[in-house]
């Protein structure tokens, strides 16, 4: 068959000829929702902590009583803007401070004791601020609209579009790259946008996220969503991440439900989209507003529509996802079990001969004695096995992935200025200048992040795993690491442990100068005054 190009106008066209009528939004009338809670989803219920205060915009979708089991802070919150924030930010020694003091900002007024102790993976929690001006500067229509014109925006890469009318969540983009005349036609028709990814596009979004990595020692990731007055994009559903819906521009109706079952609670995997049929009870009903918040578990379904007189644009930051005990146990058992058949005999010893005649899901009905001794046999095996358990390895094996994930860090000017970022090497004259490396023994040095970095272990080699050449896009580039000799472990063990502290070059714990010189240029090297020839480092600046 003969090739021929089909332009994306083209394309376009057969989409709208496909569907020439616009995409209508139902209306909704208003009524009271009762919902019967069955006796699994009461066992899902939350603990109260609380009387919640009735808000205005809760009486504005007929919520007729404060809900139970939803922590909520309403009142009049100042604070400074994102700009002052993240400049603050920059001027903190210690990442972990600059992470915990975002994440505080974040979630203002709630203090992040209370919120950790209290909600966290527990029940959802709403802060409405009366302050629409409180995360100016995150993100902005205007922000996406810049990004459709200047980047390369793949449609079902970086942007779906979507509707969801009587019951149906349908996606309607056309391959290729999302251009503005088709983008904000789809918008004008009352579709949804979300952008999987706009961290890759926004600097602003790539540095909160980056720096957020620290608060959770987990990826965190972002999702925007600009939806049309009057309309819903997405069915109710639950997520397998824990949520913070950060709403920007417009208000949003939003209703959140209880898990279904106690198997539903804080889930692996998202669920698939639910019929209002199935959905359980209700916990919480309210209009977000411009910089409201509104955190919930993974888990709890939830879905949100714009009212008839406004659109919406919010941010959900999630983090959370595949953080768990049985994700930890996922590498931590295999190994165990290695580690146990080759130094234990009774896991090498031969099952019964006739275990097939008792065993397996066709004999489970077999009152045979065998039966329980089979049982009891693998469960002793089981608590043997716990023995074998290498966690500290199995750690490292979740850190790499975390590290993986992880967004690489935006630095600071003070930052760059110190690093290899920063270097004033160039070619000039016919030759390249500043180029070269000095160490002294007194020069001093330190990671430039205390998460960039993690010693971990393959079995035959120590390998230095860092962020610091990830790729905005998920997944995008490959991990990054390189291998540490033996005798150069202890001092870049001597450099991580020191953070935030410089140390100098003759303080790490090697046999001799020579060696800590080698150390140095193997893994990531500074001088004084010149800045280093990796990125991990940063000098002190004396």
Known sequence: ???????????????????????????????????????????????????????????????EKPVRGVKEVSKVVKGPSLDTVLTGLAKINNSRERASKLFEWLIHPIPPKIFFRETWEKKPTLIKRQNPEYYNGLFSTA???????????????????????????????????????????FYKRGC?????????????????????????????????YLTPAGT??????????????????????????????????LPLVSSRNFCQ??????????????????????????????????????????????????????????????????????????????YLTYMGVQNSDKADPRRSEFTARVKDLMRRLADFAPVDAAVDQKAKDFLYDCLPPLLTPEEKASSVHGALARWENGEAKDASIHLKGHTKIRLIRDGIARLTSDGDSILLCHTTDNSRVYHKEEPKNFEIRDEHTDAMEFLIHSYPKFVSVGSLPCDSFDNKAIHLLLSTTTTQPRPSSEPHYEQCKQ
């Open 232 to 265: 819903q994009g997405f069915a109710p559903h639950y997520d397998d991440i824990e949520a913070f819906l950060v709403q920007l521009e417009g208000k949003k109706h939003w209703r959140v439900y209880n898990p279904r079952s106690d198997n539903e609670v």
């Open 143 to 185: 922000e996406f609209d810049r990004i459709l014109r200047d980047d390369e925006v793949q449609f079902g890469v970086n942007l779906d579009v979507t509707s969801y009318i009587n019951g149906k969540r349908e996606t309607h983009h056309p391959p290729g790259r999302a251009l503005p005349f088709t983008v904000w036609d």
């Open 1 to 63: 068959m003969e090739n021929t190009h089909v332009s994306a106008f083209s394309i376009y066209e057969r989409v709208l000829q496909q569907t020439p009528q616009p995409i209508e939004v139902a209306k909704k009338k208003k009524r009271k929702t009762h919902v019967q809670v069955s006796k699994s989803n009461n066992k899902a219920k939350r603990k109260h902590t609380g009387t919640p205060v009735l808000t205005d915009a809760q009486k504005m979708v007929g919520i």
């Open 192 to 224: 949804s946008l979300r952008m999987l990814n706009p961290q890759a596009f926004s600097s602003t979004v790539w540095n909160v996220l980056s720096i957020l990595q620290e608060q959770f020692n987990s990826m965190v990731g972002a999702n925007m």
């Open 277 to 354: 049929s199935e959905i359980g009870e209700k916990v919480l009903d309210v209009v977000l507003e411009a910089g409201d918040l509104l955190y919930f578990p993974r888990g709890f379904i939830h879905q949100g529509n714009c009212l008839p007189d406004a659109h919406s644009l919010h941010i959900t930051i999630s983090s959370y996802q595949r953080n768990s005990w049985g994700d930890l146990l996922q590498k931590l058992v295999p190994v165990a079990l290695e580690m146990a058949m080759e130094e234990d005999v009774e896991f090498r010893r031969g099952l019964p001969t006739d």
